[in-house]
């Protein structure tokens, strides 16, 4: 007797890729229909808000159709790509390839990380899978198992058409972690929209068009995926004359552009901001620098003005330690941490990153100018790992590199202070009861008021600035 082996269809759906996002775009396709592919085999590169990484085949098989076209923006959970598989002998649950290659019409959804996998008889059983962020270019691998904790691996469910989120007594409004917790840091209150996504999803977009008061206006609503600055500035669209041009150029906005613009928006609208400038005579600083320079210990390590501001910032710190805190506003805590994750904001063609050092308290002079230096070095070439990006506590953005001497510096959400550093000027000065040409920069911290009170911002600013004035001042502080 001949053992026949059968063949089904397998859908695989867009992971969360482990950052709480609700969409990601296809970057490219590694690999095209009919072509057969092995188990973790690479398929696509997806980018994400914060990185791009490499998507891995969860079967082995035929690939039966791509769903979407490279540069598609894909909604989590929506299906991508179908695998024709080979089945068990003799297996119960056979499902032939359709001549139409559709997929049957009930399947697991399959979302954070990969989900997991429905064995024979309705056990579920978990699978790990590993998403190297970006390992083209040397990005070391970040690995998703399981369904992330706290997320439910069938979120978002499917609503049917025309039922309104949270008109039912007691339903919890359909929406995702992220649009909930920007929904309750902005005072909204969901069970009173009607979402625009898919099967009526309430959408970031939704929240924030509710705080700029456009919700219920057919003109303002913004669309499933509109952008959520859009949805804040909302502005009549110019039209030209006929038959003349303006010269327009039109971006997407998607990905790494489209996350900062909601992370600023909520972190303006959530945090009460306040900022202080204060300008110093740092010609001390600028000696030490050249000093530096010259140091045996130095051979080889690029340091710079930010070198000496990240590790004032430091020592600060551990004399105003409210500065390194957040506000938990679902357990209603502030959380001071012990360690500074030092964020460093940086300009890429990708748009601004703020990868973080991890504990920067704890190293010497010489290895946080190595760190800053990896980290610099590895933004600018698109290489920064989303665990460089997260987890920043205080961040540290230097606009003097571009001629600028003081700003307002919005701040990294979830963080408590932001210090802007201008650029190092040659200016007159008083300086020993006369007029002096002497190196002068311009301060400016933005914090939290919530978290820090204006005399413990003033503090931390002002040991900052000792240190930069008098760096031998940094003997009384330690």
Known sequence: MTTTTSTRIRE??????????????????????????????????????KAVVE????????????????????????????????????????????????????????L??????????????????????????????????GPTAGTSAGTPA?????????????????????????ARDLGITLDALTGTGPGVLITRADVLAA??????????????????????????????????????TRTPIRGMRKHTAAAMVASAFTAPHVTEFLTIDVTETMDLLTELKAARAFNGTRVTPLTIVA??????????????SSWDEASQEI???ADVNLGIAAATPRGLLVPNIKAAQSLTLVDLARALNSLADTARAGRTPPADLAGGTVSITNIGVFGI??????????????????????MPWEYQGAVALRSVMTLSLSFDHRLVDGEQGSRFLADVGTILRKPAMVLTMV
């Open 211 to 248: 705080l700029a008061g456009t919700t219920g206006s057919p003109t303002a609503t913004p669309a499933a995926g509109a952008d959520p600055v859009a949805a804040v500035h909302v502005a009549p669209v110019r039209s030209s004359p006929a038959g003349s041009t303006l010269g327009e």
């Open 112 to 145: 954070v990380g990969y989900g997991a996998a429905v064995e024979k008889g309705g056990r579920p059983q978990r699978r790990s899978r590993t998403l190297r962020a970006d390992t083209s270019m040397g990005t070391p691998a970040t690995t998703v198992v």
């Open 158 to 182: 499917s609503t049917p058409a025309g039922t309104s989120a949270g008109t039912s007594a007691g339903e919890r409004p359909r929406s995702t972690p992220p649009v909930r917790k920007l």
């Open 335 to 337: 959380v001071q941490y």
């Open 405 to 426: 001497d003081a700003g307002t510096p919005i701040l990294n959400p979830g963080e408590a202070a932001i210090l802007a550093m201008g650029a190092v000027r040659s």
């Open 12 to 49: 695989f759906r867009l992971p969360d890729l482990g950052e709480g996002l609700t969409e990601s775009e296809i970057v490219q396709w590694r690999v095209a229909e009919g072509e057969t592919v092995e188990l973790n085999q690479i398929i696509a590169d997806v980018e994400t808000a």
């Open 55 to 110: 998507l891995p085949s969860p079967y082995a098989g035929v690939v039966v159709k791509l769903h979407e076209a490279a540069g598609a923006v894909v909604d989590v959970g929506a299906r991508i790509v179908s695998f024709e598989v080979a089945g068990e002998p003799g297996t119960d649950d056979p499902t032939p390839m359709s001549a139409s290659n559709e997929a049957p019409a009930k399947r697991e959804p399959n």
């Open 311 to 324: 590790k004032a910032v430091c020592i600060a710190i551990s004399r105003n330690p409210t500065l390194n």
